[in-house]
């Protein structure tokens, strides 16, 4: 019988790191709800043309990495690679814009790209994401970028860089990678023969090329942020200034290009150097063209998403805090059903109950309430007794209200 394994590039999350998870997307939830983010959820899947036309039909995420199944009625649907577009698509279908703006969201669950797998990278993987739709105030890039640093601080997978730039407009843009593959060809006899074969695809991979005779020519490439339209300059400006004024500490990367076509204005990444070849903790940036691309109205946006898998590789192990808990052991066999009832009640009075439920020697039990760090182990016999399990005392219990109240004693709580 052939054995039976996770999918190649997603991983089982086994409890200890499964709680880990949800207390860094409660934590998210907190930080993201003080400023008016409210959750939303979309579908896993969506029709495929939610990301050939948002994402950008010549990204490598739409060209190489997309899930795309049919369904048996032939529609093609592809399982998220990413939730901006998605999330547009359900504020268009919502006629969300008739809404005080902006509409502040986020969201935690599964992506999914068909990537070669390694360290930090997989082909489900898991991101907390927040968007604020309808305004291009800067204050919404600067509160994002801030929200953004403060759940990577709490999730423990800090210090982080912060990678900043502007790319303007789609216009601008254009215009500039124009300007960028002609200086490219003029130069072509000093490029490495990948740059080379790639000036028409990709000519801002040139940028970060280990090739020396690139590298030469890179320094006097033009740069983007040169290109940027007067309002764009003052928009980016103003994002700074904010920034500034909190004491965010940035590095300005003229080079920076996120691997969506969306992109307008600001953009970012937080990177660990923790983290091996993919240190992008997450990234962010503004796509005021989005909604109108996927059939909306014109109407400006601005998020982020933050990688989970990472921002717990960056934190490293960490050790777990047992909660206050009990355990209740049996002495006699016809004890087990009182046991059961009276762990019952221990639960509804808010404690964190384990009962023995695997058939174990009483010293057996006592072990295993060891093992899960038991504060108190109530043990069913002739009698009922509570032990503390730090001093090693045993009293004996009147009745249940007793109980409770020597559990409470040896808990601390
Ligand atoms: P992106 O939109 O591609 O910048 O992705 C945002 C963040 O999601 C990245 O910075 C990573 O933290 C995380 N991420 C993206 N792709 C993967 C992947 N294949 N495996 C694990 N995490 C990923």
């Known amino acids: 019988v052939k054995k039976l394994q996770a999918p190649r590039g997603t991983l089982d999350v086994l409890p200890q790191d499964a709680r880990r998870r949800l207390d860094i997307i409660a934590m998210a939830g907190v930080v993201l709800g003080r400023a008016g983010y409210e959750p939303i959820e979309t579908p896993v899947f969506e029709d495929t043309q939610v990301f050939a036309r948002g994402v950008g039909e010549s990204t490598d995420i739409v060209q190489k990495e997309m899930f795309t199944f049919e369904d048996k009625a032939g529609r093609s649907l592809t399982l998220r690679p990413e939730a901006t577009a998605g999330i547009c698509r359900a504020y268009i279908e919502h006629g969300m814009?008739?809404?005080?703006?902006?509409?502040?969201?986020?969201?935690?669950?599964?992506?999914?790209?068909?990537?070669?797998?390694?360290?930090?990278?997989?082909?489900?993987?898991?991101?907390?994401?927040?968007?604020?739709?309808?305004?291009?105030?800067?204050?919404?890039?600067?509160?994002?970028?801030?929200?953004?640093?403060?759940?990577?601080?709490?999730?423990?997978?800090?210090?982080?860089?912060?990678?900043?730039?502007?790319?303007?407009?789609?216009e601008t843009r254009a215009e500039y990678l124009e300007e960028l593959k002609q200086y490219l060809r003029a130069r072509e006899d000093e490029l490495s023969q990948e740059v080379r074969e790639r000036i028409d695809q990709n000519p801002l991979r040139a940028f970060d090329a280990d090739h020396s005779g690139t590298q030469a020519v890179m320094r006097d490439a033009p740069l983007l942020l040169d290109r940027l339209a007067a309002d764009d300059t003052a928009h980016f400006a103003e994002v700074r200034a904010l920034l500034d004024a909190e004491g965010v500490e940035y590095e300005i990367d003229p080079t920076l290009v996120r691997g969506?076509?969306?992109?307008?204005?600001?953009?970012?990444?937080?990177?660990?150097?923790?983290?091996?070849?993919?240190?992008?903790?997450?990234?962010?940036?503004?796509y005021d063209g989005l909604i109108e691309e996927l059939g909306g109205p014109p109407t400006p946006g601005v998020g982020f998403a933050a990688g989970i898998e990472r921002m717990l590789l960056a934190a490293g192990e960490q050790p777990s805090v047992p909660d206050a808990r009990v355990f209740v052991a049996v002495a006699k066999p016809n004890a087990a059903r009182h046991a059961f009832g009276l762990a019952r009640r221990l639960r509804s009075a808010g404690m964190r109950v384990e009962l023995e439920q695997a058939g174990r020697s009483l010293k057996g039990q006592l072990r295993q309430a060891d093992r899960i760090g038991a504060q108190a182990t109530v043990i069913f016999g002739d009698a009922i007794e509570v032990k503390?399990?730090?001093?090693?005392?045993?009293?004996?219990?009147?009745?249940?209200?007793?109980?409770?109240?020597?559990?409470?004693?040896?808990a601390g709580s």
């Open 97 to 170: 814009h008739k809404l005080p703006q902006p509409v502040k969201v986020w969201y935690a669950g599964p992506f999914f790209r068909h990537e070669a797998p390694q360290a930090g990278r997989f082909r489900q993987f898991t991101q907390i994401d927040a968007e604020a739709i309808g305004s291009d105030d800067p204050s919404l890039d600067a509160e994002l970028i801030l929200l953004h640093a403060e759940i990577i601080e709490h999730a423990g997978a800090g210090p982080a860089r912060l990678r900043l730039s502007s790319l303007g407009s789609r």
């Open 260 to 286: 969506l076509d969306y992109y307008t204005r600001t953009v970012w990444e937080f990177e660990s150097d923790r983290l091996g070849a993919q240190a992008a903790l997450g990234g962010g940036g503004r």
């Open 388 to 410: 503390d399990m730090q001093s090693g005392e045993q009293r004996e219990a009147a009745d249940a209200d007793h109980v409770l109240e020597l559990v409470r004693e040896a």
